[in-house]
C-alpha cells in the first residue's frame, strides 16, 4: 500500500480500483511462488540461515529447538501463513477483497488525495528493508511489466488443481522437519559426547602430569638407592643358576657375581651397613648360597678328575674342555673353602701322576721294541782290522745288520728336522727297521717335555691365582717324578754298555736342543730332568773317548820301535794311507758337525785334541817302519794328514776351524819334501 502512495503515477491515473499483481513485487518481504517453492525456503528469513541460531555448538542452552527457530516469522503475516496448510493463496484473497464492491474506489479525487498526500501516520510506519536504501530496493526488483507478466490471478479452480503440489510440499517440510530433529538430537548427543571426552581428555592429561611427576620422583629415588639396593640384593636368577642350573659359562658368571657381592658385603662389614635389616638377612643368604657353590664345584671336579682315570682317555682334551673353561671354579672354592681345595689339587695329583707313568712305560716298551744297533769295544779306533772283521761278523750275525760306528752320515737328520712329532707306540711296535741308540732316545724325551710342557701349562693356568708359582712347581713335579725316572733309567740303558761316541754325543745335541725349546715355552721345571740327563751322557762319551784313545796307545806299543823289514820289502811298501787314520777323520767330521755351534768349555774338545795327539804319535810311529827312505816315510804322513783335512774340509764352526788349521800345518810341513 505505501508504495503505491510514493508511486503517484500509472496506477492512479488509469482510474482501476483493482490492484495489480506486480505490486506485490515492491514488498520489503521475500515473495514466493507456488510453482518452484523449496521445503528449505519455506522458513527463511531474508538475509539470515535458518539453522544458523540453533546449530551452533558453542551455545551452552540444550534446550533450545531448531524447528521453531527455523519457522520463526520474518516481521510479516503473510510470510508466517504461507505455512499453514489447506488455505487459500493470501494475496489472492486480498485482491478478491479488494474487487468486493463495498471497496472499489473509482472516484478519482478520492484516489488523486490518496496517492498524492502522505499523513503522519504513513512517517511512523517502520518496514524492513534488509538494509536496503529505496533505490537500491527498487533497482533490486524486476521491473513492473515482468513482474505482471508472470504473476496472473489464481482462481479457486486453479488452487484445487495444484492441490496436490501443496500437499506433497507440506509433506515435504514435514519430513524436513523431522530430518532436522534427527541431526538437533544427534547434534546434542555428539555435543554431550564431546563434553564427556573433553573431560575425559582433561583427566588424563592431569593423570598423566601426576604420572610423570611420580616418575621423574622414583628415578631421582631409584638413582639414590639404586647401588644400595644392588649391594643388598641378590636376583632370583643367580640363585636358582647356582642351585640348580646346569655348570656352564653362564653359571661360572653367576659364580662370579656371588663372590663379588660375598666380597663387597665383607667390605663394609665395619660401616653402618652391616647394623641395617637388609644387611641381616643378606648374611645367611649368601653363606647359604656359597656353601650351596662349594658343594657343586666339589662334585663337579671329582667327576673331572675320575673321568681322567678312564682306559684310552686323552687328559689334555679334559684339561682343555673342562677344566681350563672352568679355572674360576677352583679359585673360587680356593678362596672360600681351602682345606677341600687342598684335598681336589692332591687327588688331580695323584691321578695325573699314575696317568703319565703309565702312559710312558706303555711308550717305554713299545720303543724297547726298536731293533738298535749293539756298538761295543770293537768299534774303536785302534783295534786290529783282523781281530774287528771277525766281531763285527759275529755281531752282526748276533744282533743284525752291519753298521759304521765312525761314520755320521744321516744320523745327523734328527737334529736338522724341524717340527718332526715322537713316533707313536703303534709304529715303534710295528717298525722292524734297525736303528741307532739316538732315535729311542729323541722319540721318549721329545713325547716327555712336549707332555710336560702342556701339564705345566695347565698347572700354571688352572691353579693360579690360588697357588704360587712355587707350589705349582712342587705340584709339578710330584706329577712327573716317576716319570723322570723312567726316562733317566732309559738313557742310562741306552749308553751304559755302547761304544757308538757319535749316538752319545748325538743325544747329547737332542737334549741341549729340549733345554733351548723348554726355555723358548718357559718351562723351568724340567730343567733337573735336562741336567740329570746331561749328567748321564757326557761322562759316558768321555769313557768311550778314552777307550778311542787307549786303544790308539795299544795300537802303537804294539808297533815296533826300530825297522825290522829289509830295503826290499821297505821298496815294496805303500804310502797310502792308514785305515786308522780313514777311522779318525770320519769320526773326526761327525763331532765337528755335530759340534759347530759348540762352546770352547765344552769336555768333547779337550776329548778330541787328546785323541788327535794319540792319531799324530801312531802316525809318526808307522812313518819309521820305511827306515831310512826318508821320502818316502813323509809321502805317507803327507798322504794321511790329506785325507784328514779332505773328510773334515766342508764342516764349519770354531772347532772345526781349529782342527782344520792344525792339519793344514801338518799337511804343509811334510809337502816340501813330498
Avoid at 524436513?176 to 555435543?191: G, P, T, Y
Avoid at 649368601?286 to 678312564?310: C, G, M, P, W, Y
Wanted: charged share 25%.
Amino acid at each position: 500500500m505505501w508504495l503505491d502512495r510514493l508511486a503517484g503515477g500509472p496506477s492512479g491515473a488509469s482510474g482501476q480500483s483493482t490492484p495489480q499483481p506486480g505490486n506485490r513485487s515492491y514488498s520489503p518481504l521475500p515473495r514466493r511462488t507456488s510453482s518452484n517453492l523449496s521445503p528449505y525456503l519455506t522458513s527463511q528469513r531474508a538475509g539470515h540461515s535458518p539453522r544458523s541460531s540453533s546449530l551452533s555448538l558453542a551455545s551452552n542452552d540444550s534446550s533450545i529447538s531448531l524447528l521453531p527457530a527455523s519457522r520463526r516469522p520474518n516481521g510479516s503475516s503473510l510470510r508466517h501463513s504461507s505455512t499453514i496448510p489447506n488455505l487459500p493463496d493470501p494475496v489472492e484473497t486480498l485482491e478478491r477483497l479488494l474487487q468486493q464492491p463495498g471497496h472499489v474506489e473509482n472516484d478519482a479525487e478520492t484516489q488523486k488525495a490518496r496517492t498524492s498526500s502522505i499523513v503522519e501516520a504513513d512517517l511512523d510506519l517502520d518496514f524492513d528493508f534488509g538494509g536496503l536504501g529505496l533505490k537500491e530496493l527498487v533497482s533490486s526488483h524486476p521491473p513492473e511489466h515482468a513482474m505482471t507478466a508472470s504473476r496472473q490471478p489464481q482462481t479457486v479452480e486453479g488452487y484445487h488443481q495444484e492441490c496436490a503440489k501443496f500437499e506433497d510440499l507440506h509433506r515435504s517440510i514435514k519430513a524436513c522437519d523431522d530430518v532436522l530433529n534427527s541431526v538437533e538430537i544427534n547434534l546434542a548427543d555428539f555435543r554431550n559426547d564431546l563434553a564427556a571426552v573433553s573431560a575425559d581428555i582433561e583427566s588424563l592429561q592431569e593423570r598423566s602430569t601426576a604420572l610423570n611427576r611420580r616418575l621423574e620422583n622414583r628415578k631421582e629415588v631409584e638413582k639414590a638407592l639404586g647401588p644400595l639396593v644392588e649391594e643388598l640384593s641378590l636376583s632370583p636368577e643367580v640363585i636358582s643358576k647356582i642351585s640348580t642350573g646346569h655348570i656352564d659359562e653362564s653359571w661360572a658368571k653367576m659364580l662370579s657375581e656371588l663372590d663379588r657381592r660375598t666380597a663387597a658385603h665383607k667390605m663394609k662389614t665395619s660401616s653402618a651397613l652391616q647394623h641395617s635389616k637388609a644387611s641381616e638377612e643378606l648374611v645367611p643368604l649368601l653363606e647359604k648360597l656359597t656353601s650351596k657353590a662349594i658343594e657343586r664345584i666339589r662334585d663337579f671336579l671329582v667327576a673331572q678328575i675320575k673321568a681322567l682315570r678312564s682306559p684310552h682317555i686323552n687328559a689334555q682334551i679334559i684339561q682343555q674342555q673342562n677344566f681350563l673353561r672352568f679355572r674360576d671354579l677352583f679359585t673360587f672354592l680356593h678362596k672360600h673353602h681351602a682345606t677341600l681345595a687342598d684335598e681336589i689339587s692332591l687327588a688331580y695329583m695323584n691321578t695325573m701322576r699314575w696317568y703319565y707313568h703309565n702312559q710312558f712305560s706303555r711308550y717305554e716298551r713299545a720303543l724297547a721294541k726298536i731293533k738298535t744297533h749293539i756298538l761295543d769295544k770293537t768299534d774303536t779306533l785302534g783295534h786290529e782290522d783282523a781281530t774287528r772283521m771277525t766281531a763285527v761278523l759275529s755281531s752282526a750275525r748276533a744282533t743284525g745288520p752291519p753298521h759304521d760306528a765312525f761314520n755320521l752320515g744321516r744320523r745327523i737328520d734328527l737334529l736338522t728336522t724341524t717340527n718332526q712329532a715322537a713316533m707313536s707306540s703303534y709304529l715303534a711296535e710295528e717298525d722292524q727297521a734297525t736303528h741307532y741308540l739316538e732315535v729311542q732316545f729323541r722319540n721318549y724325551n721329545l713325547a716327555l717335555i712336549d707332555n710336560a710342557t702342556a701339564e705345566y701349562t695347565f698347572l700354571a693356568t688352572f691353579f693360579s691365582p690360588a697357588l704360587s708359582y712355587s707350589q705349582i712347581s712342587k705340584t709339578f713335579n710330584y706329577i712327573f717324578e716317576s716319570t723322570f725316572e723312567l726316562g733317566q733309567t732309559l738313557s742310562k740303558t741306552l749308553v751304559a754298555e755302547t761304544f757308538d761316541a757319535l749316538g752319545i754325543l748325538l743325544c747329547i745335541r737332542l737334549n741341549q736342543r729340549f733345554a733351548f725349546e723348554l726355555q723358548r715355552r718357559k718351562v723351568p721345571v724340567v730343567d733337573g730332568y735336562i741336567n740329570g740327563t746331561n749328567m748321564l751322557l757326557w761322562p759316558r762319551l768321555q769313557v768311550i773317548m778314552d777307550r778311542h784313545c787307549e786303544s790308539v796307545r795299544q795300537l802303537i806299543n804294539s808297533l815296533p820301535s826300530k825297522p825290522t823289514r829289509s830295503v826290499a820289502d821297505v821298496a815294496k811298501m805303500t804310502t797310502a794311507p792308514h785305515v786308522v787314520t780313514q777311522r779318525f777323520g770320519q769320526l773326526l767330521h761327525g763331532f765337528l758337525e755335530l759340534s759347530a755351534d759348540a762352546g770352547d768349555d765344552e769336555p768333547v774338545v779337550a776329548s778330541l785334541r787328546r785323541l788327535r795327539s794319540e792319531i799324530e804319535a801312531f802316525l809318526a810311529k808307522q812313518s819309521l817302519s820305511y827306515g831310512a827312505d826318508r821320502r818316502k816315510s813323509d809321502r805317507f804322513l803327507y798322504n794321511n794328514y790329506s785325507l784328514i783335512m779332505t773328510i773334515i774340509g766342508d764342516t764349519s764352526g770354531k772347532l772345526a776351524t781349529e782342527q782344520q788349521e792344525h792339519f793344514a800345518k801338518l799337511k804343509l810341513a811334510f809337502e816340501v819334501d813330498a
